[in-house]
C-alpha cells in the first residue's frame, strides 16, 4: 500500500512562490509517472503536471512557463515549484501515483493565494 504525503501548501500573496512535495512510501520499486492534480469546489479536479522516472514532463496550459514540476527517483520524492501564483491558482492540491495497477492519491494541500 502506497502511502502519499503531501506537504509545502498555505497561504502567499499574488505574484509569489510556494513549493509543494510529495513524499511516497509503502513500496520497495520505483514509482514511474508522479504528479500533481488541483481541484477547486464545484470544478472537476484538473491536472496541474506529471513527471516520470525519466524526466519527461507534462503541464496543465494554465500553469506553463510558470509551474515546474521535478523529482528525486531515490527518495520516490516529486516537487511542484509554483511561481508567478495568481487568486485563480487557489485549490487544494494533490499528488497523484499510479502504481501496480492501482491509483493512489494524496490528502491534500491547501493553496490559497490572496492579498
Known amino acids: 500500500q502506497v502511502q502519499l504525503v503531501e506537504s509545502g501548501g498555505g497561504l502567499v500573496q499574488p505574484g509569489g512562490s510556494l513549493r509543494l512535495s510529495c513524499a511516497a512510501s509503502?513500496?520497495?520499486?520505483?514509482?514511474?509517472?508522479m504528479g500533481w492534480y488541483r481541484q477547486v469546489p464545484g470544478k472537476q479536479r484538473e491536472l496541474v503536471a506529471v513527471i516520470n522516472s525519466g524526466g519527461s514532463t507534462n503541464y496543465g496550459d494554465s500553469v506553463k512557463g510558470r509551474f515546474t514540476i521535478s523529482r528525486d527517483n531515490a527518495k520516490n520524492t516529486v516537487y511542484l515549484q509554483m511561481n508567478s501564483l495568481t487568486p485563480e491558482d487557489t485549490a487544494v492540491y494533490y499528488c497523484?501515483?499510479?502504481?501496480?495497477?492501482?491509483?493512489?492519491w494524496g490528502q491534500g494541500t491547501q493553496v490559497t493565494v490572496s492579498s
Open positions: 509503502g513500496t520497495r520499486f520505483s514509482i514511474n509517472a
Open positions: 497523484h501515483a499510479p502504481h501496480r495497477g492501482l491509483v493512489y
